[in-house]
């Protein structure tokens, strides 16, 4: 009755807004600097045919482009409006030469981040990035709006959308999501722990090793090659250090009611809301020199959302975190999910002639709720499903595991990060185990 | 069409795949043919390379003769294997799944409820077309279920899409 009241007082219409009109300003400023290094480096010649400095024509260059850019922005921005339709859902109109019309149903929203680039952030400005579930252009883009006006859009969207839910079932509505008080901290991530994790993953020591064998053997031999080398085996990891380590600062994990809220970044403050229902699939990485602190790395698919410069579905959940609070993180989107007295089920001794490193590790467990399999030797990861989210089941045997009396069980799941197999079980407990997995799928669509 | 025509080699092995006791439907031997086909094709370019190599006087005659015998050994493997695996194929639609085995090197077992199944899609090739046949292709929301049943009949084909689609209709939920 109350999800009915509200509903009509939101499905009202709203009146065309439009981004504020700072944007084609913020716009232009932001590409000053990269234009202004890149005419510097590319137009290093102009000094002998002008009688100015270099730098100055530069940045008259950069200034008349980026008047260029504003222009255009000026546009697009005036183009671009946003507003509730009856429905409810979300509409944007835009584009610059043709009209671009989307509706955003935000009965099937993934995500509401906003995201604050360097610039315009130090003048409290954001943009709001929506994301529905769906192929192709299913995400849009409004920059810019005051942090404030930001805030307060993403609440709209959001309780929008748990009305819409709501509406749809309403009895959907899980027990992790309705009763929990809003702005909740669960958990946060040091940063001097962050830079130890990083440093000390297997690919970052495995390439600072062979910098160091490099290095000495220049040293040793007096040759040049191994120089290069050392500077790609060493450039690369640092690199890597760098971005995670800009990405992923002042990790925060909160509870909302839509959700969890993730945030950091040090440059670049990224925030996003993984509501619980989206969780498709969970993993926790544990690369070998983390064991010795019990750290993983915990990493979700989320239904259909795709943040820029990663895979499909990837989120980082926490970055780094001992086990015990990894696993009540956790908890919060897999509610339920216990490790404690699970029982798991290994490959048999004859899976280490198929896998000799790793074969003591491979295992699954079933409870009633969720599928784990965990795999790896040097990296181990554990990996969790629940049987609603499982789509379809699969077992392989190949020439190899057929001699051996071995077959693999694939539980598949939405694109992302995370594969969920067995690997290498004995074929006598892999059928059973597609059987029960079926079982239990069936049960699952079932309750829901 | 009946249980009789399904292979069976090392059969303990093979009932973990493939349960003796449900009907399973084989797929048309057209698909051999069809398959046999598009092998055919490829290897026209080998036989013309080889040819070519033939009346080319800078290589002995020896290099295309030695190459035509492997290419022939590798025609003659690769006929018989195209039987053997469209013969491996396999699918049964039960109660609440459809299941489908393929596969001899690997062998392989994939199960998709219905309630999980969102687009069921049928194709057919010019190819597949004019030897009578066509594939159905089973997608859920996961990329990574491989469920394909190629090479049925067109009415055998559109029938069995009909009815999926009708179940996962039915007992459409989770995602």
Same mark, same amino acid.
């Given at each position: 009755?109350l999800a ?10 709203t ?14 400023v932001?590409?000053i ?5 890149g ?11 002008v009688p100015?400095?270099?730098f ?14 504003a222009?255009?922005?000026a546009v697009?921005?005036?183009?671009l409006?946003y ?5 409810g ?5 835009s ?21 604050a680039?360097?610039?315009p952030?130090?003048f409290g400005f ?7 579930a ?11 709006l005051?942090r404030?006006?930001?805030t ?5 969207i959001?309780s929008?959308h ?10 959907e509505?899980?027990?992790a ?24 993953r ?13 290095v000495?053997m ?11 080398l050392?500077?790609?085996?060493g450039g ?7 971005r ?8 925060t994990?909160?509870r ?10 040090l ?5 996003r809301?993984?509501?619980?229902g989206?969780v ?15 750290w ?5 698919t ?7 410069g ?10 780094v ?10 908890a ?10 699970i029982?798991?089920?290994?490959a ?27 795999s790896?030797r040097i990296t ?18 190949g020439?190899?595991?057929?001699r ?9 799941i ?11 079980m004995?074929l ?21 | 069409m009946?249980?009789?025509s399904?292979p069976s ?16 439907v084989?797929?048309?031997? /057209?698909l ?9 094709f490829?290897? &026209?370019? %080998? =036989?013309?390379? !080889? ?5 080319i ?9 030695g ?16 039987? /053997? ?7 049964v639609?039960?109660?609440?799944? &459809?299941? %489908? =085995?393929?596969g !001899?090197?690997?062998r ?12 069921v ?17 089973l ?10 049943i190629?090479?049925l009949?067109?009415?055998q084909?559109?029938?069995?899409r ?9 007992r459409?939920?989770?995602?």
């Amino acid at each position: 009755m109350l999800a009915e009241g509200n509903a009509s007082l939101h499905s009202l219409a709203t009146v065309p807004q439009r981004t504020h009109p700072f944007t084609p300003l913020l716009t232009a400023v932001r590409v000053i600097p990269p234009l202004y290094i890149g005419v510097l480096v590319v137009g290093v010649d102009f000094s002998s045919r002008v009688p100015l400095p270099g730098f100055l024509i530069a940045g008259f260059i950069a200034i008349a482009a980026a008047l260029v850019v504003a222009a255009i922005s000026a546009v697009a921005w005036w183009r671009l409006t946003y507003y509730f339709d009856a429905d409810g859902d979300l509409r944007v109109n835009s584009g610059l030469l043709q009209r671009q019309v989307r509706r955003l149903q935000l009965s099937r929203l993934q995500s509401v981040d906003a995201v604050a680039p360097l610039i315009p952030r130090l003048f409290g400005f954001v943009e709001l990035r929506v994301e529905v579930a769906g192929s192709g252009d299913s995400r849009v883009v409004l920059r810019f709006l005051r942090r404030d006006e930001a805030t307060k859009l993403q609440e709209e969207i959001l309780s929008r959308h748990a009305q819409q839910e709501s509406v749809a079932s309403a009895d959907e509505v899980g027990p992790a999501l309705a009763p929990l008080a809003t702005g909740d901290l669960l958990a946060t991530v040091p940063t001097g722990r962050l830079l130890i994790s990083l440093l000390l993953r297997t690919s970052t020591v495995a390439l600072f090793i062979f910098t160091a064998l490099f290095v000495a053997m220049t040293v040793a031999f007096q040759g040049w090659a191994a120089l290069v080398l050392a500077l790609i085996t060493g450039g690369v990891p640092l690199f890597a250090i760098v971005r995670e380590f800009l990405t992923y600062s002042d990790f925060t994990v909160t509870r909302s009611r839509q959700g969890l809220r993730l945030r950091s970044g040090l440059l670049q403050t990224q925030s996003r809301t993984v509501p619980a229902g989206r969780v498709q699939a969970a993993e926790f990485i544990a690369p070998l020199l983390w064991r010795r602190f019990d750290w993983v790395r915990v990493q979700l698919t989320v239904a259909g959302t795709q943040s820029e410069g990663s895979e499909v579905g990837r989120t980082v959940l926490l970055p780094v975190a001992p086990r015990a609070q990894a696993m009540s993180v956790l908890a919060e989107v897999m509610p339920g999910l216990n490790l404690d007295d699970i029982a798991w089920v290994c490959a048999p001794p004859g899976a280490r002639w198929r896998a000799p490193v790793q074969w003591k590790f491979l295992a699954f467990a079933e409870t009633a709720k969720y599928i784990v399999t965990r795999s790896g030797r040097i990296t181990r990861r554990m990996a969790f499903a629940s049987h609603d989210r499982v789509q379809s089941v699969g077992m392989s045997e190949g020439l190899w595991q057929r001699r051996l009396g071995l077959a693999s069980v694939e539980f598949h799941i939405a694109p992302g990060p995370i594969n969920i197999t067995s690997w290498h079980m004995d074929l006598a407990q892999a059928r059973p185990l597609v059987n029960r997995e079926i079982a239990c799928m069936l049960l699952a669509a079932r309750a829901v | 069409m009946d249980s009789a025509s399904v292979p069976s080699r090392s059969a303990a092995l093979d009932a973990a795949f493939q349960s003796p006791t449900e009907h399973w439907v084989p797929l048309s031997p /057209r698909l051999i043919t069809a398959r046999r086909i598009t092998l055919s094709f490829g290897y &026209l370019f %080998v =036989v013309a390379a !080889i040819v070519v190599a033939v009346f080319i006087p800078a290589i002995p005659l020896w290099y295309p003769i030695g190459a035509g015998v492997i290419a022939v050994l590798i025609y003659g493997w690769a006929w018989w294997i195209i039987g /053997r695996r469209v013969r491996s194929y396999g699918y049964v639609e039960r109660d609440e799944d &459809l299941q %489908v =085995v393929s596969g !001899i090197l690997i062998r392989r077992l994939v199960v998709v409820p219905y309630g999980r199944m969102q687009i069921v899609d049928l194709t057919s090739g010019p190819l597949d077309r004019w030897l009578g046949i066509a594939t159905v292709q089973l997608h859920t929301a996961a990329a990574t279920t491989d469920a394909a049943i190629p090479g049925l009949p067109p009415e055998q084909a559109a029938a069995l899409r009909d009815r999926l689609a009708a179940r996962g209709e039915e007992r459409s939920a989770g995602m």
